[in-house]
């Protein structure tokens, strides 16, 4: 008796698959296929040569933004240092000069010329102008884990320049305390302003820069207290400092401002004291209060210019004799 013939489905070569015997490898054979076609081939070389391409594009858009090999360092310099604090410090040893912009204010009294706070403003009167100089003391701190290292503290001018000395009232206080140090000063309306040592052996030196250049170090949680002072003898500027420090050997700035993050103010002292609608000198100078025209004031100082400082000789006999309020 002939056999019947196995045919697909059968049990017995079901069986024969589900013993692993004969199971015929699908996936391979299909990529076997794949490979053996020209436009498998084809297709596998593009999109190689446009995988490399983009990562390519990619690496050299980042390093134009960003060049990869400095992200850890720019991330060691981010935060290195905190601006603790900024506060004006009158100069008692040098006296001090303040404008305040616009026609007279009948509210500057005698009184009220002591609420006077450059960078910051009085309650009914509008916020003066330091004249001639103005210091400000600055608190900083290092945040950064290793040391950060300043290496210069620039002054930027606000759009560039400084514009014609301001009018207004001038506020004159004089001299009453003793000389003190001032380690940092700077003419601000030279062309190219520069922290300077305004007294010592190194006087008019730069502090950052030139043969005896100075850094500042600080340390992780360290703070430093620095006086600035600044100078202006032909113009009216406002300006912030561009602090520049190293931390790793990695270059970082910071931006230094004053108060609320408006820019330092200052103006020099006109050459002609008439041009002043308002003078108020305080009682230390000629031991009462004066309010006077700048004309008056002019003629009293016999033709020279005001400046902070001690009252010249003879201009308070003069104001007397002018019969000065």
Partial sequence: MRSRPHTPGSPARRARYESGADRP??????????????????LVIVLGVAAASLQDVLSQTLNSVVPLDRIAGKAATDN??????????????????????????PALTERRIYDLEPGGSTAGIRAPVSAGSTAWQVVLEGRAQQQVRITDIVPVIEEGACS??????????????????????????????TLRHLSGKNEGEPYFTGPNARHITLDRAETEGLLLRAEASTGYCRWRYRIEYLVSGEKGTTTLSGPEGRPFALTALRADAADYPTVLLEPLGC?????????????????????????PDGVCEALEGAGGS
């Fill in 164 to 193: 014609a000395p301001l009018k207004g009232t001038l506020v004159q206080f004089f001299p009453g305390g003793d000389a003190g140090v001032i380690p940092l000063n700077v003419a601000i309306d030279d062309p190219e302003p």
């Fill in 287 to 311: 031991g009462r209060f004066h309010r006077l025209t700048g004309a008056e004031y002019a003629e009293a100082l016999g033709g020279e210019p005001p400046a902070t400082g001690p009252m």
């Fill in 25 to 42: 490898a699908h996936t391979g054979s299909r990529v076997g296929s794949l490979l053996k076609r020209p436009l498998t081939w084809v």
């Fill in 80 to 105: 290195a240092i905190d601006i603790v604090s900024v506060e004006h410090t009158p100069l008692d040893e040098e006296g001090r000069s303040l404008v305040v912009p616009g026609a007279p204010d």
